[in-house]
């Protein structure tokens, strides 16, 4: 298949990319082996005392022990709480905020566009401290308020953007039909905008789920700050690489699996949104007329004929 965009290689340049992929591939697997056995040759300490590689098994048998695997749980599910609550009211405001972004009304659309902006400039830590220095929420709810807060106005614009992408007769339509404009908003505009902006929006909560960690400063007691700093100060500096890369799976395990949710719910809405594709060979029926019946007994097709 030739493309408009540029001519296609030929033989020559199609051997000289195989030879780049090549030596790039041989490149990074050099690196990885350079990092691996970097890591597992032993280090002398402060004090003279040569320490293990971080491959010997004596840097990980703490983890024969049950209570820190369940200190590890608690940590998830912690974790897990934090983000479950943050993205629960970040999908609230975000569609408050695409609701007051796309109004029509002056001042409705530019207060909320100034709130918006501020949030999203605000950068996620400092607005944690400011809510518990200043609300004394604690730490759990200043994460929450703090990530539902960040994530709702980005989850907003996303919406916006969604609405305003669809075609100005899905509006003028649901207008026609005797809906109230907030009930076309509602019943025909938002459904769509959704379902289009979906896989952004659960990219967006994965980007949730990690920023939960930044609740680390503010004293919740989550994954990174039990694997990391409470574990590592129980047992000791020499297991300190064992727990980070440990806490690392375990987020990575997190984000992969709502990463692969996101995916499977974006091709899920994509095959019901897309309609059936008729037989090739048949003829090309009659366009159907959509009917509908107005407030006042009126009737008439989508077209206000």
Request: charged share 15%; net charge positive; glycine share 8%.
């Given at each position: 298949m030739?493309?408009?965009?540029?001519?296609?290689?030929g033989p020559?340049a199609r051997r000289?990319?195989?030879?780049?992929?090549?030596?790039?591939?041989v490149v990074?697997?050099?690196?990885v082996?350079?990092?691996?056995?970097?890591?597992?040759?032993p280090?002398?300490?402060?004090?003279?005392?040569?320490?293990?590689?971080?491959w010997?098994?004596?840097?990980?048998?703490v983890f024969?022990?049950l209570?820190v695997?369940?200190s590890?749980g608690?940590?998830?599910l912690?974790?897990l709480e934090?983000?479950g609550v943050?993205?629960?009211l970040?999908?609230?405001?975000?569609v408050?905020?695409?609701f007051g972004?796309?109004s029509?009304?002056?001042?409705?659309?530019?207060p909320?566009t100034?709130?918006?902006?501020?949030f999203?400039?605000?950068?996620?830590?400092?607005m944690?401290?400011?809510?518990l220095?200043?609300?004394?929420?604690?730490?759990f709810?200043?994460g929450?308020?703090?990530?539902?807060?960040?994530?709702?106005?980005?989850?907003g614009e996303a919406?916006r953007?969604?609405i305003?992408?669809l075609?100005?007769?899905q509006?003028?339509?649901g207008l026609?039909?005797?809906?109230?404009p907030?009930?076309?908003?509602l019943?025909i505009e938002f459904?769509q905008?959704?379902r289009?902006?979906?896989p952004i929006?659960?990219?967006?909560?994965?980007?949730?789920l990690?920023?939960?960690?930044l609740?680390?400063?503010?004293?919740?007691?989550e994954?990174?700050?039990?694997g990391?700093?409470?574990l590592?100060?129980?047992f000791?500096?020499?297991?300190?690489?064992?727990?980070f890369?440990?806490?690392?799976?375990?987020?990575?395990?997190?984000?992969?699996?709502?990463?692969?949710?996101?995916?499977?719910?974006?091709?899920?809405?994509g095959?019901?949104?897309?309609?059936p594709?008729?037989?090739?060979?048949?003829?090309?029926?009659?366009?159907a007329?959509?009917?509908f019946?107005g407030p006042?007994?009126?009737?008439?097709?989508?077209n206000?004929?």
């Open positions: 030739t493309s408009v965009l540029y001519d296609a290689p020559k000289m990319s195989r030879i780049i992929s090549l030596i790039g591939i990074i697997a050099a690196g082996v350079a990092l691996v056995l970097a890591l597992g040759a280090k002398a300490s402060a004090n003279g005392a040569v320490q293990p590689g971080l010997d098994l004596s840097r990980w048998d024969n022990d209570e695997w369940r590890l608690r940590g998830a912690a974790t934090m983000a943050a993205a629960v970040a999908l609230l405001l975000g408050f905020f695409s972004r796309a029509d009304t002056a001042w409705i659309r530019v909320t100034i709130v918006l902006e501020f999203r400039g605000m950068p996620v830590l400092l944690m401290l400011f809510i220095l200043v609300f004394s929420t604690g730490s709810w200043a929450v308020a703090a990530l539902s807060v960040y994530n709702g106005a980005i989850i919406l953007a969604g305003k992408a075609p100005r007769g509006r003028e339509a026609a039909i005797g809906l109230t907030i009930a076309t908003r019943r459904p905008a959704f289009q902006m979906l929006i659960i990219a967006q909560l994965v980007v949730l990690k920023d939960t960690s609740s680390f400063v503010v004293g919740y007691s994954l990174l700050r039990v990391v700093r409470d590592t100060n129980f000791g500096s020499r297991y300190s690489f064992s727990f890369f440990v806490v690392l799976a375990i987020y990575l395990a997190m984000n992969l699996s709502l990463s692969w949710l996101a995916r499977r719910i974006a091709r899920r809405s095959a019901q949104g897309s309609a594709a008729g037989k090739p060979d048949s003829p090309d029926p009659a366009p007329v959509n009917r019946v006042s007994g009126y009737s008439g097709d989508a206000g004929v």
